[in-house]
């Protein structure tokens, strides 16, 4: 999870995806939408998806 975070901070959009799957998978929904959301706001379609599901 720290290279994701590391990754994700610095914008990487796989690396958001990533944070925000992990985050999802350890039922931390709020910290889950935070990423999905950067991630969909820098064109990953799947985590824009993801983020409609979780509303």
Do not use: P
């Not at 958001?16 to 929904?29: A, F, H, P, S, V």
Request: glycine share 8%; net charge positive; with cysteine.
């Amino acid at each position: 999870m720290f290279w994701y975070k590391k990754a994700a901070e610095q914008g990487d959009v796989v690396g958001q995806y990533n944070l925000g799957w992990t985050y999802r998978e350890m039922k931390d929904i709020k910290q889950a939408k935070k990423w999905f959301d950067q991630a969909c706001k820098n064109g990953h379609q799947h985590s824009c998806r993801l983020l409609k599901e979780m509303e």
